[in-house]
């Protein structure tokens, strides 16, 4: 079955610290993982996803298949970065690609000044 | 085009009554999806669209569920005889297909219903 594991409901840390959201996934296929961002008041986005290996506001991602984790990292918090974080899976083979995400609980980063 | 919306914001009705959302997708959008999230969980997958095809359902979604997308355009999420535990965010989102992965999917503000 497809799961995805966020274990960290809150995540609570000081501006300029390091921060590192935990995702660990269960798919036995080759997956697609994105973490999405819901920021106060504001609707469910894209923050970033395995494919593009790029960095979006200073986050990364990097999908590691023997250990099925998609961890989020910054290595310095900001205030704005306080926010709800999803870790999301898709199926990665095109053929049977919906596209439909499974998503992990979230995790709450509350960046303190 | 201001992107994903969805009506009505929030619903409040009495158990057993009949409720209708309605989804207006990005207009060159292809893909349109209709998740559900309850408090504290993160959202789930309810049922998928390509164009006016209903393609896949969830196990989640009862009899008394049903999704239409007439014409491929926007789509309703009717639920018929609401019980408490259908209160929620119902949150619809949309994508454009890509060849070869999964495209970003651009979710709407969602609807809350409360069953009373």
């Known amino acids: 079955a497809q799961r995805v594991t966020q274990p960290e409901k809150l995540l609570s840390v000081f501006k300029g610290a390091p921060v590192e959201l935990k995702c660990n996934y269960s798919?036995?296929?080759?997956?697609?993982l994105f973490w999405y961002v819901q920021y106060s008041r504001q609707r469910l986005q894209l923050l970033l996803r395995h494919i593009s290996r790029e960095s979006i506001k200073g986050f990364t991602a990097d999908l590691n298949k023997g250990e099925t984790s998609f961890h989020l990292k910054k290595p310095f918090a900001q205030e704005e970065d306080s926010a709800m974080y999803y870790c999301a899976l898709s199926r990665g083979d095109f053929s049977s690609n919906t596209g439909k995400l499974i998503f992990g609980q979230g995790t709450t980063l509350q960046v303190k000044p | 085009d201001t992107g994903v919306s969805q009506d009505p914001r929030h619903k409040i009705t009495k158990r057993g009554q009949n409720v209708t959302f309605r989804c207006d997708p990005i207009?060159?959008?292809?893909?349109l999806y209709w998740y559900r999230q309850t408090l504290g969980q993160g959202p789930e997958f309810l049922t998928y669209?390509?164009?006016?095809?209903?393609?896949?359902k969830s196990r989640l979604l009862s009899d008394r569920f049903s999704a239409e997308r007439p014409k491929g355009s926007f789509s309703t999420l009717e639920i018929q005889r609401t019980e408490q535990g259908d209160s929620a965010m119902y949150l619809c989102?949309?994508?454009?297909?890509?060849?070869?992965?999964?495209?970003?999917?651009?979710f709407g503000p969602g609807t809350r219903l409360t069953v009373l």
């Open positions: 669209f390509q164009n006016e095809a209903q393609l896949e």
């Open positions: 989102a949309s994508s454009l297909e890509l060849q070869f992965y999964s495209n970003e999917q651009f």
């Open positions: 798919y036995s296929g080759s997956p697609e």
């Open positions: 207009s060159e959008h292809n893909r």
